[in-house]
């Protein structure tokens, strides 16, 4: 036994409180599989959105491995810019595009003729020029099938979306305990309990707390986890690849980055409710353009029913520290 497990569960009155359980509202929880997979073959192209952490890449490697096709994996993560989508993708699938400008024709050339399975991995950065190359596959391959993911859908004309939902409340606890037993650390169910009621069934989040309990015990942790912003000096020991989940501030940082000004600064503003908002709300307090279905669209704001939404913890504390990029009184540009 790791010297930071514990021997035994504390009793519930002596442990610390926790937040009240995140209960999501999820008409469509995320389909298995099995299911995703008569879906791709019965639509050709399925687009996997969600957060940052909440297993999209794992789910699309399930699926394609799954389907029973050949495989091509393309990792868009380390693409720049939108023009280089069909370069990078050639050279992932051995495309001879050799010195042309354009890699696209011969790209289309080698897929063509090819019955399988093309996953793009890591879309949002580079939406548009993943959404022409899609069409264009679409058009020139009709025995190729794709599976993308992404932060935020594409946009194609056939894509189908499928949203990675965050695990449950009992999926989490025991997933806790799982990555903990992984590091030699017994975790009560008690403590998995409050830990997960921290992470808004994130999976990512998850690795980071398995990680961090083979550095220090569960109560050391936790009141880490709710210090303001003391979950970032913590859960920083991730996966080496993909380099932004290194780290949950990186993971959150990705996002981040992705967004224009206003929604940075609509991220700010939402990071001061402390609990779910309606959209009337936020037109009440903010002068709100687009920047909220933006957010929503973006897989930062998620929905908790059909009008009600909310910023996960880890975000909400992330947008909280922007105030030094912000100030308290930045106003929309227009008074």
Same mark, same amino acid.
């Given at each position: 036994?790791?010297?930071?497990?514990?021997?035994?569960? *504390?009793?519930?009155? @002596?442990?610390?409180?926790?937040?009240?359980?995140?209960?999501?509202?999820?008409?469509?929880?995320?389909?298995?599989?099995? !299911?995703?997979?008569? &879906?791709?073959?019965?639509?050709? @192209?399925?687009?996997?959105?969600?957060?940052?952490?909440?297993?999209?890449?794992?789910?699309?490697?399930?699926?394609? #491995?799954?389907?029973?096709?050949?495989?091509?994996?393309?990792?868009?993560?380390?693409? &720049?810019?939108?023009?280089?989508?069909?370069?990078?993708?050639?050279?992932?699938?051995? !495309? /001879?595009?050799?010195?042309?400008?354009?890699?696209?024709?011969?790209?289309? &050339?080698?897929?063509?003729?090819?019955?399988?399975?093309?996953?793009?991995?890591t879309c949002e950065h580079v939406a548009a020029g993943t959404a022409h190359l899609a069409d264009r596959i679409r058009d020139a391959c009709p025995k190729l099938q794709l599976i993308a993911t992404s932060r935020q859908p594409l946009?194609?004309?056939?894509?189908?979306?499928?949203?990675?939902?965050?695990?449950?409340?009992? #999926?989490?606890?025991?997933?806790?305990?799982?990555l903990a037993a992984a590091q030699e650390v017994d975790l009560p169910r008690a403590w998995a309990h409050l830990f997960a009621l921290r992470i808004d069934g994130n999976p990512l989040a998850a690795v980071f707390v398995a990680h961090a309990l083979h550095r220090m015990g569960p109560r050391q942790l936790f009141a880490r986890l709710t210090t303001p912003g003391g979950r970032f000096a913590v859960l920083t020991d991730?996966? &080496?690849?993909?380099?932004?989940?290194?780290?949950?501030?990186?993971?959150? *940082?990705?996002?981040?980055?992705?967004?224009?000004?206003?929604?940075q600064l609509m991220w700010f503003r939402l990071s001061a409710f402390s609990c779910a908002f309606t959209r009337d709300q936020v037109q009440l307090l903010f002068d709100?353009? /687009?920047?909220?279905?933006?957010?929503?669209?973006?897989?930062?704001?998620l929905p908790v029913s059909p009008d009600r939404y909310r910023l996960p913890l880890a975000h909400r504390e992330f947008g909280r520290m922007q105030v030094g990029a912000f100030g308290l009184y930045e106003s929309d540009g227009d008074t």
């Open positions: 036994m790791h010297p930071h497990s514990m021997p035994g569960p *504390e009793p519930a009155h @002596h442990l610390p409180p926790g937040p009240e359980p995140a209960h999501y509202w999820d008409p469509t929880p995320t389909p298995t599989p099995a !299911a995703l997979v008569e &879906r791709l073959h019965n639509e050709g @192209h399925l687009t996997l959105t969600g957060p940052p952490g909440a297993g999209k890449s794992h789910l699309a490697a399930r699926v394609a #491995q799954a389907a029973g096709l050949p495989v091509h994996h393309v990792d868009l993560a380390r693409c &720049r810019d939108s023009a280089q989508v069909p370069r990078t993708v050639a050279d992932a699938v051995g !495309a /001879d595009t050799g010195d042309r400008t354009d890699p696209l024709p011969e790209l289309l &050339r080698t897929l063509a003729p090819q019955r399988g399975l093309l996953v793009l991995d946009g194609t004309v056939d894509e189908s979306l499928v949203g990675v939902a965050p695990l449950t409340l009992e #999926q989490t606890e025991d997933l806790l305990q799982e991730g996966p &080496r690849e993909p380099e932004r989940h290194r780290t949950l501030w990186r993971a959150i *940082e990705w996002s981040y980055q992705l967004c224009r000004r206003p929604e709100v353009r /687009d920047e909220l279905d933006l957010l929503i669209r973006s897989s930062i704001v």
